[in-house]
């Protein structure tokens, strides 16, 4: 089973910031947290990964609480392209993908 | 450099009949994975290889799903006989790194079965 909580879906405003958040109250101390998108008919895409440090790349942002319990992703400015489904997971030993239902983010012109 | 290729994209079989999924990892990738995608759910894990080895199949229902990734590079799932409920996306997906450490996974396109 996922050990990740996130919303159902959300929506956003083609140009905002889109921040999507994840629940992991049960996260170790050795697991990482990665995120994943899926955007219709393709394969799954890593987004990026952190263990305690706020992370940045140059497609999105991660915030991890000092308590390692909640994550956010932060998309800067969503483009109608980032319409697609979003993963959280929480990576298992051996490098084990599980993953949930995942948010379906919808952006919006 | 060239992503993860699958094939076919798309195959409609009968209930009982016999399909095969071939996948081409990305060059150098040690480690191959096979997913499978149910509409409206994540993917879900079915085997692990690590070059020509499995690492992990214990979400691989045996009595009709088997694998194989010899000489360590292509890989094909097949599945015999196949059930209504194997209609689902297959996915395949690639990684650079050992099987115990943590790296980014690429995936393919996905090949779509529909059971009839």
């Known amino acids: 089973d996922a050990k990740t909580t996130q919303p159902t879906s959300m929506d956003c405003a083609e140009g905002r910031a889109a921040n999507l958040p994840c629940n992991h109250s049960?996260?170790?101390?050795?697991?990482?947290v990665y995120w994943y998108r899926q955007i219709h008919s393709q394969g799954p895409q890593y987004i990026i990964h952190g263990l305690k440090n706020n992370e940045t790349n140059e497609m999105a942002s991660l915030i991890i609480t000092e308590d390692r319990k909640s994550s956010t992703l932060i998309l800067p400015h969503a483009t109608l392209r980032d319409t697609a489904v979003y993963y959280c997971i929480v990576m298992e030993y051996g490098n084990k993908l599980v993953f949930g239902a995942g948010t379906i983010l919808r952006v919006k012109s | 450099e060239a992503g993860v290729a699958q094939s076919p994209r798309y195959k409609i079989i009968e209930k009982r009949q016999s399909v095969a999924f071939w996948c081409n990892p990305i060059?150098?990738?040690?480690?191959l994975y096979w997913y499978q995608q149910i509409l409206g759910q994540g993917p879900k894990l079915l085997i692990q290889?690590?070059?020509?080895?499995?690492?992990?199949d214990s979400q691989l229902p045996k009595d009709r799903f088997s694998a194989e990734r010899l000489k360590g590079v292509d890989s094909t799932l097949k599945i015999q006989p196949a059930k209504l409920e194997d209609s689902a996306v297959y996915l395949c997906?690639?990684?650079?790194?050992?099987?115990?450490?943590?790296?980014?996974?690429?995936f393919g396109p996905g090949t779509r079965l529909t059971v009839l």
């Open positions: 049960t996260i170790s101390g050795n697991e990482y």
């Open positions: 290889f690590q070059n020509n080895g499995v690492v992990d």
């Open positions: 997906a690639s990684s650079s790194r050992g099987a115990l450490s943590i790296n980014e996974q690429f």
């Open positions: 060059s150098g990738h040690a480690t």
